[in-house]
């Protein structure tokens, strides 16, 4: 099955193309502009993102599985900030390393007890025929006192997996991809297609 992904995040597509290998061919569009993520919920963003590349490729593609997501990282302390804003966290043209600045100073006064956290992900599956499926992923972690690690992206290096005393910038790609928010919705997804 070939299954284009719409995503302009290098570090996602890399995982997709990981975790759905050998289940699914995933395919990058090379013209693919990310849309306004106008909507409230993870869901509706995902929604929007997957309807989207649908749209542009219903002149040439129009049997396409498009596949889209939404993820962002909750934080208890923060009362679930940032949310569905994780990737606009501290302001437009961010890097990734200045929201984790942003968030770690945001937490400077809140003891290791107090810093819960999930990671969320969200896909929505566009099917040529049939509703699309969505899925949820999630895990429970912890946000550290300081950054941890170099690998994978966005606030992994500030995402504390403790069944693993690791932060999800410190595990392999092999071991993330075991245990990740994506992984696990990934893995509802391949179980609903096959169901």
Request: proline share 5%; aromatic share 8%.
């Amino acid at each position: 099955m070939r299954v284009y992904l719409a995503t302009g995040n290098a570090g996602k597509l890399r995982e997709f193309r990981s975790l759905l290998d050998g289940a699914a061919e995933v395919v990058f569009p090379a013209t693919y502009t990310s849309p306004e993520e106008s909507e409230h919920s993870y869901e509706g963003n995902a929604a929007i993102k997957a309807r989207a590349l649908v749209e542009r490729l219903r002149s040439t593609e129009p049997d396409a599985f498009v596949l889209a997501d939404d993820s962002g990282l909750e934080v208890e302390a923060l009362g679930g900030a940032p949310g569905v804003l994780s990737a606009r966290y501290g302001g437009e043209g961010l890097s990734w390393s200045a929201r984790r600045a942003v968030l770690l100073r945001a937490l400077a006064d809140v003891p290791e007890a107090r810093r819960r956290a999930r990671f969320i992900d969200v896909l929505h599956l566009e099917r040529p025929s049939g509703r699309p499926f969505v899925i949820r992923g999630e895990v429970e972690g912890l946000i550290p006192l300081q950054e941890r690690g170099d690998g994978g992206f966005s606030y992994d290096a500030v995402f504390y997996y403790p069944p693993l005393r690791k932060t999800f910038a410190e595990l392999s790609e092999e071991e993330k991809n075991r245990v990740s928010h994506r992984a696990l919705a990934v893995r509802g997804l391949l179980e609903a297609l096959h169901s």
